[in-house]
């Protein structure tokens, strides 16, 4: 009753004084009609620390470590210390030193660091269990100071907006004690509470100011119908189920326990599920991961022929394939360990595949198909983004190139490759047809794209080539789908790729014809490019792009050859003018042969 009556009296004096109002990010006070009271903008203030201090990326332990150092300077800043270095002296914020707003802004810093706690214990408790008791623990301390909060509000010095405020952000931190310890009904009246009191503040308020107050309605909005299913509503799981694709995929600490409700539920009907049918063959089914697969395939593929935001459509593509990738798995460790299963083909029938091979066979041509979807839905975006080309580039973004959707192509055939060689397959002739128009059908926007990417580099010759081989794809599909008219259906068009590729070969031959026409244009003396270096033509300007890169030509090197002169010889005409002094007497004269000079050489008698 005391919110309701808060509600008409905030939605009266706003509705007097919009310009007035004035949304104060710090929490600072504020006056008009509302008197000359405390004021604080609760949900501004926690949704920008949030998302400034770590929770943009899930990081819960920094905006608990901002949320302490954000207390301490409020404790200073008021003098509001609890004690000194040697002693504690609790202190609590009470009525009668409420003169600042700061006071609120201090409970309301304690509540959001036991949430921020309790939150990092949640992320932690995966892999420790023993850590639920302690978040159990932080959110009562939670759920504590933000009772304490609106019992402060209360006082008739604050007013009235900030008053429905903490009675909401007390709702919404009970209502999350009450749904982690699993008491559906009491946490289903908390969120209902909270979620009135922020849709009447929205209706009180202009569309820009209300922004936030429905977003957290948003947020608010699964967590009730979870807690409604839980009390016994089973329309609630397909309530939950479309929330999560409108919204983009449920996030925060609901998203792990709708992902294990939906699953829990596909169980429940995978019991009854014993077979599946695929061209013409009945495939048992033994496997509960590949039953829970199989039944949750058609709703995943509803979702996302249902959805536009191509980000949510590209999620619910990587969810599908990771199930696949799962469900193949689980295959093909029952191949392994089963050892009858292991030869391909069944006993006494030649050509038939065991079933676990075909149903292996099923699943990966559900993944091959899923990835051709994921990327011919890629394909088309980029090409509306080519189309939109120049607003792109006004709003910052990159520039999709041909070249992109040359690659996509490319992955799309190799899928194709890997179908034509399922074990299983080889005799079924409409499926070796279907995939070969399919095949054609791709090779055609491959080759378009290949040319467009050879205009943009005005190869007109190429790209003529290519638009013709382009249409050669394209009439050998209108040719073979007079009788597989129902295989076309979830192909891209091919008439309206031929009336575009008859357009752009008129375009590249006007465009090959203006090329031709500038470049027999005579070019000025400035603008022609001279072979010489810059060292032969200093005196000369000449127009040169290449001399500002990296392959300037600036020298001759290495340099070449030169004629020099030998060096001079020099002949010494002057000895043969020279008298040389006589040398006889130095000179040894020979000894005489015969016995006495042999007898005197034996002992050293010289002459």
């Known amino acids: 009753m005391a919110a309701m009556e808060g509600l008409q009296a905030v939605g009266a004096g706003m509705e007097e004084n919009k310009e007035n109002e004035r949304p104060g990010v710090g929490g600072g006070a504020k006056s008009g009609a509302l008197g000359d009271s405390l004021g604080l903008e609760i949900l501004q203030i926690i949704k920008e620390s949030q998302q400034q201090h770590g929770l943009r990326h899930g990081d819960f332990q920094r905006y608990r470590g901002y949320c302490s150092r954000r207390l301490r300077r409020l404790r200073k800043t008021l003098n509001f210390k609890m004690g000194n270095k040697h002693k504690f002296t609790g202190k609590k914020v009470t009525v009668e030193i409420l003169s600042d707003n700061r006071y609120l802004l201090l409970v309301l810093m304690d509540a959001e660091r036991a949430w921020s706690y309790a939150m990092q214990l949640k992320q932690e408790a995966n892999t420790e269990p023993r850590k639920r008791f302690h978040l159990l623990s932080r959110l009562r301390?939670?759920?504590?100071?933000?009772?304490?909060?609106?019992?402060?509000?209360?006082?008739?010095?604050?007013?009235?907006?900030?008053?429905?405020?903490?009675?909401?952000?007390?709702?919404?931190l009970t209502g999350m004690l009450h749904f982690e310890q699993q008491q559906w009904k009491e946490a289903m009246e908390s969120f209902n509470k909270c979620k009135t009191i922020y849709e009447k503040l929205a209706n009180a308020f202009t569309e820009e100011q209300a922004v936030l107050y429905n977003q957290r309605v948003e947020e608010i909005s699964p967590n009730?119908?979870?807690?409604?299913?839980?009390?016994?509503?089973?329309?609630?799981?397909?309530?939950?189920?479309?929330?999560?694709?409108?919204?983009?995929?449920?996030?925060?600490?609901l998203a792990e326990k709708l992902e294990s409700l939906i699953t829990q539920t596909r169980a429940k009907k995978a019991a009854t599920m014993s077979e599946v049918e695929w061209r013409g063959r009945a495939i048992p089914v033994k496997i509960d991961k590949v039953r829970i697969f199989l039944l949750g395939l058609a709703d995943n593929e509803a979702a996302i022929a249902q959805t536009e935001n191509e980000e949510t459509k590209e999620r619910l593509f990587e969810s599908l394939l990771s199930e696949c990738r799962d469900a193949i798995q689980a295959v093909r460790e029952e191949l392994k360990t089963d050892p009858k299963q292991r030869d391909h083909f069944?006993?006494?029938?030649?050509?038939?595949?065991?079933?676990?091979?075909?149903?292996?066979?099923?699943?990966?041509?559900?993944?091959?198909?899923?990835?051709?979807?994921?990327?011919?839905?890629?394909?088309?975006?980029?090409?509306?983004?080519?189309?939109?080309?120049?607003?792109?580039?006004?709003?910052?973004?990159?520039?999709?190139?041909?070249?992109?959707?040359?690659?996509?192509?490319?992955i799309i055939l190799q899928n194709l490759v890997e179908l034509l060689q399922l074990p299983g397959l080889e005799e079924d002739k409409n499926f070796l047809k279907e995939i070969g128009m399919k095949t054609l059908v791709y090779k055609a926007y491959r080759c378009f794209f290949i040319a467009q990417s050879y205009v943009l580099v005005k190869k007109w010759s190429e790209a003529l080539v290519l638009y013709d081989r382009v249409l050669k794809y394209a009439s050998e599909v209108q040719a073979q789908a007079g009788a597989a008219k129902k295989s076309l259906k979830d192909l891209p068009d091919v008439q309206e790729l031929i009336t575009q590729v008859n357009a752009e070969k008129y375009s590249l031959q006007a465009a090959a014809i203006l090329d031709a026409e500038n470049t027999n244009e005579v070019e000025s003396p400035s603008q022609v490019k001279n072979s010489k270096p810059l060292s032969e033509c200093l005196e000369t300007f000449c127009l040169d792009p290449s001399l500002v890169t990296k392959q300037a030509s600036l020298v001759h090197f290495p340099p070449g050859f030169q004629p020099i002169p030998c060096k001079p010889l020099f002949f010494d005409l002057a000895l043969n003018h020279v008298a040389l002094p006589p040398l006889e007497d130095k000179v040894e004269q020979k000894a005489k042969s015969g016995l006495t000079g042999y007898i005197k050489g034996i002992f050293g008698f010289r002459s």
């Not at 604050?158 to 009675?167: F, M, P, R, S």
């Not at 890629?378 to 999709?400: E, F, I, S």
Request: charged letters at 25%.
């Open 141 to 172: 301390k939670a759920v504590k100071h933000a009772e304490a909060l609106g019992w402060l509000c209360e006082s008739d010095r604050v007013d009235a907006k900030t008053k429905l405020e903490a009675q909401a952000y007390m709702a919404y």
């Open 224 to 253: 009730i119908r979870y807690c409604a299913y839980n009390i016994g509503d089973q329309s609630a799981i397909n309530e939950l189920m479309q929330m999560r694709l409108r919204s983009g995929g449920t996030e925060g600490f």
């Open 346 to 410: 069944v006993e006494g029938e030649q050509g038939k595949v065991s079933n676990l091979q075909y149903l292996h066979s099923y699943l990966t041509y559900i993944k091959s198909s899923t990835a051709i979807k994921r990327n011919e839905s890629m394909a088309k975006a980029l090409q509306k983004a080519l189309l939109q080309q120049q607003q792109l580039v006004d709003d910052g973004k990159r520039t999709p190139r041909p070249q992109d959707l040359i690659r996509l192509y490319d």
